[in-house]
């Protein structure tokens, strides 16, 4: 099983209001005939059925030079305690970050983004993984090995799992977990970029996107923990909480862009016998100031 890892970096002259309004309807789902992704297009006010909605898949033919690529600067990712707590959204896992703390800027982007929370997405088992954004059309390979526990920080957060099993459960992160040390592995001047959306209602098209062509690695016990003690809702007979991730979209004629001359993704495949670890692929996502007004 894949996990993704989606980090929103707000634009910092974003008013609260805007912000609001970014905040998902209720009464969606992944997995429920009566509000999976198809019936996302007629939720009121949203935007699922725009577009340049997310994820996509990445052709890495078609992708385009872009030499205004340049590296990002992140502020607060080696901070420890910018991550302050790990809630059970009954759709997904939400990690809460400190906003005065954490910052992306650089990197063709418009100006500076305070990230406030990163989501994580997964599959059900090593047949469906759950990485959003596929790369020519594959999602990520998984390899044998028999690590477990690794590396640290993913142990750390793992940890806390157990503590938010149920919907709307809600546990502070007392450990210190730096961005950094979650993401390590991964060269953050090697990146894909196009413009799209939320990947969940209301699907707001003000994410400039940023996917990272290098995977996290993680050993496939930490990653089963996701599939195996979350629950969907606080009922007893709760399903568990299972491909928690929307299909890729049409690109409709945007191009992606990366950085000049770099080669493309890295993500392992199975004759790459030096991976240690399960592999999944870490993306962000920058949302733009458009999101109030649109
Ligand atoms: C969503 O529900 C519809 C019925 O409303 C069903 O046909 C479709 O297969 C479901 N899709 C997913 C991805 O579960
Ligand atoms: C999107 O859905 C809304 C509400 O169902 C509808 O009014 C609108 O025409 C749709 N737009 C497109 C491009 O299909
Ligand atoms: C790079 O930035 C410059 C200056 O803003 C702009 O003129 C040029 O079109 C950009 N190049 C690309 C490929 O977007
Ligand atoms: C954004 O992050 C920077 C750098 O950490 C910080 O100085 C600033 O106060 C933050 N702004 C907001 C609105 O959180
Ligand atoms: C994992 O351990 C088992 C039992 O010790 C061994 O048979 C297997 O070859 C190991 N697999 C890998 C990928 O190291
Ligand atoms: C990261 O990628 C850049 C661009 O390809 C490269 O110049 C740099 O050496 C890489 N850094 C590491 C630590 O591999
Ligand atoms: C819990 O979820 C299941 C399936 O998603 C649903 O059938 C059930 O009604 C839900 N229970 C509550 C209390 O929301």
Redo the contacts with the bound molecule.
Sequence with gaps: MVLSLVLSCLAVWLTSAAVSSADPPVGWCYNLPSCNESTW????G??????RQSPINIMTASVKANENLTALTFKGFNDGTALTEIQNSGRDVKVILNHEKMAVEGGALPGMYNCSQFHLHWGSGSSVPGAEHTIDGKRYAMEATNDTGKPESWKTLTSYLAEISNAGDAVALTQPISMDSLLKGVNRSRYYRYLGSLTIPNCNEAVVWTVFKDPIQVSSDLVDLFSTILYVNKSTNSPLMTNTFRSTQSINGRVVTSQVGSSKASFPSSSRATRPFLTFSFIVALLFVTFCCA
């Design positions: 297009p007629s939720i009121a949203a935007y699922c059925n725009g577009t």
